[in-house]
């Protein structure tokens, strides 16, 4: 194991990373793709693009000042969000991401420069909006055709990677790179996307409508957006429905628990009453806006963008959780560690060639253990915190953690097999036990680093 050990204490890895994902899609799909997208059929509608110029002068102003929020939005939050996934993966999931590297590296290498330029215009589109309205409007909907061209090859290119780690299809067997790009679940998920982006995009300046717009063509605009939220929410109900029929059955089944943990998993009825409660509210905020109803939207629009922006986290989770117990099925497990690997870390230990283990946890038999929980477990345990360790095996006696760590992939689906040698399970074994008596006491939790000094016996 090439990579350092780390985990962030008490809230987890998967959960860093998760609610920066989640942020930065709001961010991407919602102002990037689908509120730009909304200002501009608003320019067309009430600007000077469309056959209204000087009809409604108040919306230059309007546009004015939302085209600045989502320029300030998309270039600093977006920005650091996006660069935030790739940093937290690299630092928490690095087998997982440099696996995908070797895959996609041609892919992300073009959608940098697909980012970069959507940045670019951008920018150059808020500064010069009001002058090529004025000389040039051609070139204004050039430039406009450019952004929409970017920002839709961006969502093609990240659509192609995220699917394959759900769906690989062939690629297991031919490792070619557009067997891994056009995967089962590519074009749903990529369908999907962009109705989403229409979707979140509509409420979004819906809201803006309604706090910051003014009443010459509040009810107008949002009788726009209404109607742009009710079509693109339909296809998006149909896309996704399209989507999970081709997700595997082995891991669609794990839906209830993926959303509503293991605790309230017996009670499936919450996740589809939830499901329908949140689809109810956007559809409420839709039909009442579709007719120019502003004080009945105005009360239903926040619900309506929780509701999809907790939409958003539940599909990102679903997304992540189901595949387990792998990161690419048929090809590496969530820990890390490839299925072709296996038979080799059984045989011979995972501690033998890795060089962390030897400068760092050869110290004695608790950090031996450490060293075995971090690369086996870490991915989704924590210490003690979010999906504590301590928590889940409270209770159970040396014998008992023993057998677990053997039979995990047969007691649990979405867990991975233990990798290692049956040594290393007896050293795993007695690190965990120690650990939820109490006996261990860590120097640093990030790192896996055990304070010797405090070990009891």
Known sequence: MIFPPYQVPYIGNGMVIGCNAVLHVIISHGIAIGAFAMTVLGEIKFGELGHNAGVYPEWQEFRRGFLRFAVF????????????????????????????LRVFFWAWFFEYFTFLGEIVLLIILYFTWDYFLKKNKRILVKLLAGYVFLSLTSAVAITGNLGFMLTPGSWVREHGFWNAFLNPTFLPQLVSRVSFAFTLGSIIMMCAVIFWGR??????????YGKIL???LSLLSVTLLIYYSIVPQSFSGQIPFAVLTSHFSRYPVLLSAGNVLMLLIILACSFSALFGSVRVTSVLVIP??????????????VREFIRGPYLVPGHMYVSGILLSEMPMLKANGM????????????????????????QNCMACHTITGINGINERLEGRTLDGIHVIIGHTHELVPFMP??????????????????????????????????DNSENSQ
């Open 73 to 100: 939005t998309i270039t600093i939050v977006g920005a650091v969000t996006g660069t935030g996934i790739w940093f937290t993966t690299l630092a928490l999931a690095p087998h997982g991401i440099s696996s995908m």
């Open 215 to 224: 009443d010459s063509f509040r009810a107008g605009a949002v009788r726009l």
């Open 230 to 232: 009710l079509c693109s």
């Open 304 to 317: 309506a963008f929780l509701a999809i922006a907790i939409s958003v986290a539940q599909f990102e989770r």
């Open 351 to 374: 501690t033998a060639t890795s060089p962390w283990f030897k400068s760092v946890y050869a110290k004695d038999e608790t950090s031996r253990g450490a060293y075995l929980f971090a």
């Open 417 to 450: 097999p233990f990798a290692g040698s049956e040594n290393e399970r007896t050293v795993l074994a007695g690190y965990l036990f120690r650990l939820t008596a109490g006996k261990i006491r860590y120097e640093s939790l990030s790192r896996s680093i055990i």
